[in-house]
């Protein structure tokens, strides 16, 4: 019987021969985005299965988890490279009749955000309704500080550094550390949660099994408010929400990049084009 072509032998085999890939600039964001393919099905996955339903299915987790139509299109880009390659290598000879699959149409997208009153109406919904602090402290935590869901789910003890007032990530999304003020309300979530943990203890992690049942639980509170992931309203939002609020405020858009970690000022500036409601809300407040 002969062995079954795995995603992770095409993958390990498209890195070190794909010219671009192996040594050029393409490397990096290769394996980003065909990890995330990695991460969903793992490495042993058999390349006949991969078919047009479950590319569809993975592509909506993805939006589910609040990535933006360009993100998800690198990432369709980077499983058809793989299966491509490894098929015009003589690999396989699987027929891919899905090759090449629909990307998304790239536009401008509109950030969602929740206001500050949303988001105390969650945290008090979790705490007093659901009876989970867990959740509670994440949504609480999240939205004051603009973390990633893995960054929040995999942040150990040791970066909260309480001396500086800052928590010092040493590794992100693009390779590039980074600190985050820590905001005064959190102060007491964290020592709770740190005063006797061990350096590498996650401070969040080992109360959820994945991001996965972190979001459903997050769902309830908020479809409390009628706020739904269909209309645009994600965990990720809070995010959004935490960039936003302090482009409203007046915080120079160099800081607002280093803290959310972005790569490009672009991105920072995209929380700008959501503040409208915060702005017309203060200008009707102006006195003429």
């Not at 120079?252 to 500036?269: A, R």
């Amino acid at each position: 019987m002969s062995k079954v072509l795995t995603w992770g032998s095409c993958l390990d085999f498209t890195m070190n021969n794909r010219d671009s890939w192996r040594n050029g600039n393409g490397r990096k964001s290769a394996l980003l985005y065909a990890g995330m393919f990695t991460e969903f099905m793992g490495l042993s996955y058999p390349i006949k299965n991969i078919d047009y339903p479950l590319m569809v299915t993975l592509t909506n987790r993805l939006k589910d988890k609040g990535l933006q139509h360009a993100s998800i299109n690198r990432f369709i880009s980077a499983v058809s490279v793989v299966l491509k390659f490894t098929k015009d290598m003589r690999l396989h000879n699987e027929l891919l009749d899905f090759l090449p699959f629909p990307r998304f149409k790239e536009r401008e997208t509109n950030r969602t955000f929740y206001t500050r009153d949303q988001v105390k109406k969650m945290v008090e919904f979790a705490r007093t309704q659901l009876k989970r602090d867990d959740l509670a402290d994440v949504i609480q935590f999240t939205a004051l500080t603009g973390m990633r869901i893995n960054e929040v789910l995999h942040l150990p003890a040791k970066w909260v550094n309480y001396d500086l007032n800052v928590l010092a990530l040493e590794k992100c999304k693009w390779g590039k550390a980074r600190t985050i003020p820590i905001h005064p309300e959190l102060i007491p979530i964290l020592k709770a949660r740190t005063e006797y943990a061990k350096p590498n203890t996650k401070v969040f992690g080992d109360e959820w099994n994945d991001d996965d049942q972190l979001r459903r639980a997050f769902y309830k509170c908020t479809e409390y408010l009628g706020l739904l992931p269909e209309n645009g309203y994600v965990f990720h939002s809070l995010r959004y929400s935490f960039g936003t609020w302090h482009m409203a405020s007046g915080t120079p858009p160099i800081d607002v990049q280093n803290m959310c970690g972005h790569k490009s000022i672009s991105t920072t500036l995209g929380y700008a084009k959501s503040m409208s409601e915060s702005q017309q809300k203060h200008t009707m407040k102006l006195e003429f």
